[in-house]
């Protein structure tokens, strides 16, 4: 009915090994007698179903949900001849990457679009792959030597200046 408020809940959806869970928690009392059904939407295919109570509070009920894809699943309580609808809640069944089969060979088809449309090409023409390759040489000639024997001439260099055109202060 509209102006009735929600009670605090909680809903989760989990994968139980190959099985898509819903568990619904409440978190306020007076919900005992109520029957709590869902309708899940996706992928083409629709389905509904009641969520069974497994205490206090807790309903649970594994979703129609096989193939990978994104899910809404819509919520309902009914009681004493009233429904209350909660909020829709969104699930992605996520697709395994393992079950991915291994090929052999190449899509030659979808290689030769991706290249067209980047402006490339797969396997290029023999008169492109026969023009010469510019080879680049690079010396490497080490410069620790000549550092070295430049620091060591400054430094006698210094000790000469000093000693025989600085004035000795005694």
């Known amino acids: ?40 939407g996706g992928q083409g295919r629709q389905g509904e179903g009641v969520l069974t109570r497994l205490a206090p509070g807790h309903y649970q009920s594994a979703l129609p949900i096989s193939a990978p894809g994104d899910y809404r699943i819509a919520l309902v309580e009914e009681r004493q001849a009233q429904r209350l609808s909660y909020p829709t809640v969104g699930y992605t069944l996520a697709f395994d990457p393992r079950a991915e089969r291994v090929r052999d060979e190449f899509n030659i088809a979808l290689l030769e679009r991706l290249a067209r449309s980047t402006g490339g090409e797969i396997n290029p023409r023999g008169d492109r792959a026969a023009q010469p390759q510019m080879e680049i040489h690079r010396t490497f000639a080490p410069l620790r030597f000549y550092l070295v024997s430049l620091a060591a001439a400054l430094f006698l260099g210094e000790i000469i200046f000093r000693r025989f055109f600085l004035p000795t202060s005694s």
């Open 1 to 40: 009915p509209p102006g009735e408020s929600l009670p605090p809940h909680e809903v989760r959806i989990n994968l139980a090994g190959r099985r898509v869970v819903l568990d619904l928690y409440l978190y306020a009392d007076g919900h005992e007698g109520s029957l709590f059904r869902y309708s899940v």
